[in-house]
């Protein structure tokens, strides 16, 4: 009996200790399987942040809840996950910390903002099929070239090759970049379907003006046109008005010029006769440039703005209502005639606001310009406008429903102010339509300062000169030929610009911080310093009289590199944020890691 007691007993023990062991067992066997289940939701999250990344660069925090648990993608454009500095300002990390109850796994990817064959210093497809053998300026870093190298260029990395000669046979060499070029087709589409040319009327200070009829006004109005003087006259040159007669000083109103130089005159006539006349405090406009006028009365006050800048209000003029359904002229005002040339004439039977005035100065047309009700163009509140386009005959039309259509005495058919070039002035993208300056045919960027975000495209030839300021985030693009000469292209690699040129691209004595995409014949670079990448699919491609690339060059064809002070360097890339540049961006291989 006892024998058998002492057996149950250790039995029982034995029974005790094993069901704790399968209890244990079965623990961690959970917890393995919630590992495996949070580890599989942190890869999710991975593929989440990197869809997010791939078309526009944006670099979003990414979360979302899936099978129990929660995850968070989360991009740092600076360091990896143990904060130690990224070596490129094109690469990203992305972390992923996924959670299930208390299990918690942390993934990170490191991608870069440009394909593959960006890696390295000079890319060369060589689809000309020459050896590459340059003989003066160096590339420093790692070099493919699709052929043979015959001679060392490369200073310090890697020379790779298809061959073998010259070089270091690579087996896989990465694809040229696939270049999506739908955004760049896009809009050279809607640049071609612009008018290919825009007018504007010349008026000789003698006896040109336009009639172009009666139409009721009420006791609030606004006035606009833009002007370009031959002359700055010392007389009461009038560029719009409403008077009863060519000749009468009764109306409702007259804009010009003042007696003095330079200086801006807005007449309003309360009770038909007796003039407010508001004038500018000094000179406001000189010869040979063109300037947007507008002078706006609201019952109150008079006001005038050039150039989208509000310059003089006048006192309170005690709710005065000016009305009448006198002619409108263009040109002139009692009998003091305009010289230069006038464009975009419009009236609206309301006082715009200031930020309605300067969205009208900055999209060039009323038919652009939006006001806090809705489109200029479909608002009854613009009672006349003419846009000058005829560029033939004696008549200008108003594009509104009024038709108070004008018959042209003696002014003559002129380049308006949608011309093919820009000289000492100021663009802002953003203030315009969509952000996008779009013309039909060639484009002079001269002394030219272009600020972004947004897209500037001509369809045919782009030259930029003489210290015009291309600022961050721009898309230069053009069908035809671009020429940059004493230029800056973007403000620093993290602030770049974009250029993508159909035709051929030559860059003089300036300095490109971006991408330079050129599908024409030829790139050639001379006394230039880019900071960025370059691709290029002409067969001549040249850097000369000490230029440079710090960056990364991909070519279709092989380099020449002209002379000893040229070199191409590896260095950091845009990262692009929030750009379609038209390039997918790469995962950096081997750069998955959990921790």
């Given at each position: 009996m006892a024998s058998t007691l002492g057996i149950f007993i250790l039995l029982s023990f034995f029974a005790f200790f094993l069901a704790r062991f399968a209890?244990?067992?079965?623990?961690?066997?959970?917890?393995?399987?919630m590992d495996i289940k949070a580890r599989n939701l942190a890869m999710t999250g991975l593929e989440h942040g990197m869809q997010s990344f791939k078309a526009y660069r944006n670099t979003a925090t990414v979360s979302g809840d899936f099978n129990t648990g929660i995850y968070?993608?989360?991009?740092?454009t600076l360091y990896t996950e143990n904060n130690t500095a990224l070596p490129y300002t094109n690469y990203i990390t992305i972390k992923s910390i996924a959670t299930i109850s208390d299990v918690e796994r942390n993934l990170r990817l490191i991608v870069s903002s440009m394909p593959e064959a960006f890696c390295f210093s000079y890319y060369g497809n060589n689809a000309g099929g020459v050896a590459f053998a340059e003989n003066t300026g160096a590339i420093a870093g790692d070099m493919y070239h699709n052929g043979d190298v015959n001679t060392n260029v490369v200073s310090s990395g890697t020379i790779y090759n298809s061959t073998g000669n010259g070089g270091t046979l690579l087996a896989s060499p990465p694809p040229l970049p696939a270049l999506s070029t739908i955004l760049y087709e896009?809009?050279?589409?809607?640049?071609?379907?612009?008018?290919t040319n825009d007018y504007a009327l010349n008026f000789d200070g003698n006896n040109d003006y336009v009639d172009a009829g009666s139409g009721s006004l009420g006791g609030s109005f606004t006035v606009s046109c833009w002007i370009k003087p031959a002359t700055i006259a010392t007389n009461w040159a009038g560029f719009v008005c409403k008077n009863e007669d060519k000749a009468s000083g009764e109306g409702v109103f007259w804009l010009g010029q003042h007696s003095t130089n330079g200086k801006v005159r807005f007449g309003v006539y309360l009770n038909g006769t007796n003039e407010s006349a508001l004038d500018t405090d000094g000179a406001v406009i000189s010869n040979g440039s063109w300037y947007h006028v507008a002078a706006t009365y609201d019952g109150h006050y008079q006001k005038i703005y050039i150039d989208g800048t509000l310059v003089k209000t006048s006192s309170d003029l005690n709710t005065a209502q000016p009305s009448g359904t006198s002619n409108y002229y263009i040109g002139l005002s009692t009998a003091a005639y305009f010289n230069g040339s006038i464009d975009e004439a419009a009236i609206w039977d309301e006082a715009l606001t200031a930020v309605e005035v300067l969205a009208l100065y900055n999209n060039g047309t009323p038919l652009n310009a939006i006001s806090n009700s809705g489109d200029y163009s479909s608002s009854s509140d613009l009672t006349s406008y003419w846009k000058f386009n005829e560029g033939t005959g004696t008549t200008i039309t108003d594009q509104t429903s009024n038709d108070n259509d004008g018959t042209i005495t003696g002014a003559t058919w002129t380049d308006g102010l949608q011309s093919t070039s820009y000289t000492n002035t100021t663009i802002n993208l953003s203030s315009l339509t969509n952000s996008q300056l779009l013309h039909n045919g060639n484009m002079t960027l001269t002394g030219t300062t272009v600020?972004?975000?947004?897209?500037?495209?001509?369809?045919?030839?782009?030259?930029?000169e003489s210290s015009s300021a291309i600022k961050r985030n721009v898309f230069l693009i053009c069908s035809g030929n671009l020429t940059l000469a004493s230029s800056t292209i973007g403000t620093g690699i993290r602030s770049p610009a974009i250029i993508y040129a159909k035709g051929t691209a030559s860059l003089s004595s300036s300095t490109v911080y971006g991408l330079i995409i050129v599908r024409g014949s030829s790139c050639t670079l001379n006394q230039t310093a880019v900071y960025g990448g370059i691709?290029?699919?002409?067969?001549?491609?040249?850097?000369d009289n000490t230029s440079s690339v710090t960056g990364s060059v991909v070519s279709n064809y092989s380099i020449d590199l002209i002379d000893a002070n040229s070199s191409i360097t590896k260095g950091s890339l845009p990262p692009f944020f929030g750009l379609d540049i038209g390039l997918n961006p790469m995962v950096v291989p081997g750069s998955y890691l959990e921790y």
């Open positions: 209890a244990t067992e079965t623990r961690s066997g959970a917890y393995h399987v968070e993608s989360a991009f740092d896009e809009l050279h589409t809607a640049a071609a379907s612009l008018p600020n972004g975000p947004g897209y500037l495209v001509a369809d045919g030839d782009l030259t930029i691709l290029n699919y002409g067969a001549t491609f040249s850097l």
